[in-house]
């Protein structure tokens, strides 16, 4: 083979190697960028859910543009998990309880999402709290 055939085979697998963006997109590409691209700071799960979520119409871009921001946003807490107790929660009867215990998630998701960092529960918490505000079945 010529040495001008080594030279084009180089540049090919250096430009395929490079990380360089190809020519045709991923399926989730423009939702993975504007998930990446949301830098504001919100309030509320639901100001950022509802900012992401905006110009997207399918359930699955919705969910991939949650996941997402969530996963490019939020670390993992390792003091929190090394740290961690026992939650008890003092209510009068079994709706006190669940109405304690919605609030709770509430608090979380949202403390989450402020400090950008927490334990596996966190991160479901606030999913599911996200997908609560966009009107995406959680299970």
């Given at each position: 083979?010529?040495?001008?055939?080594?030279?084009?085979?180089?540049l090919?697998?250096?430009?395929?190697?490079?990380?360089?963006?190809s020519?045709?997109?991923?399926?989730f590409?423009?939702?993975?960028?504007?998930?990446?691209?949301t830098?504001?700071?919100?309030?509320t799960?639901?100001?950022?859910?509802?900012?992401?979520?905006r110009t997207?119409?399918?359930e699955l871009e919705?969910?991939?543009?949650?996941?997402t921001?969530?996963?490019q946003?939020?670390?993992y807490?390792?003091?929190?998990?090394?740290e961690r107790?026992?939650?008890?929660i003092?209510?009068?009867?079994?709706?006190?309880f669940?109405v304690?215990?919605k609030l709770?998630?509430?608090?979380?998701?949202?403390?989450?999402?402020?400090r950008?960092r927490?334990i596996?529960?966190?991160?479901?918490?606030?999913y599911?709290?996200m997908c609560?505000?966009?009107?995406l079945?959680?299970?």
């Amino acid at each position: 083979m010529p040495l001008a055939h080594y030279r084009l085979l180089a540049l090919l697998l250096i430009y395929l190697f490079s990380g360089k963006p190809s020519l045709a997109q991923t399926p989730f590409q423009r939702i993975d960028s504007l998930a990446i691209h949301t830098t504001t700071e919100y309030e509320t799960v639901d100001s950022l859910a509802i900012a992401l979520t905006r110009t997207l119409r399918g359930e699955l871009e919705k969910a991939r543009v949650l996941f997402t921001w969530i996963a490019q946003n939020v670390r993992y807490d390792c003091r929190k998990f090394h740290e961690r107790r026992d939650l008890v929660i003092a209510a009068r009867d079994e709706e006190d309880f669940q109405v304690k215990i919605k609030l709770r998630r509430e608090e979380q998701a949202l403390k989450t999402m402020r400090r950008k960092r927490g334990i596996c529960g966190d991160y479901s918490q606030l999913y599911q709290a996200m997908c609560e505000v966009v009107g995406l079945e959680r299970r």
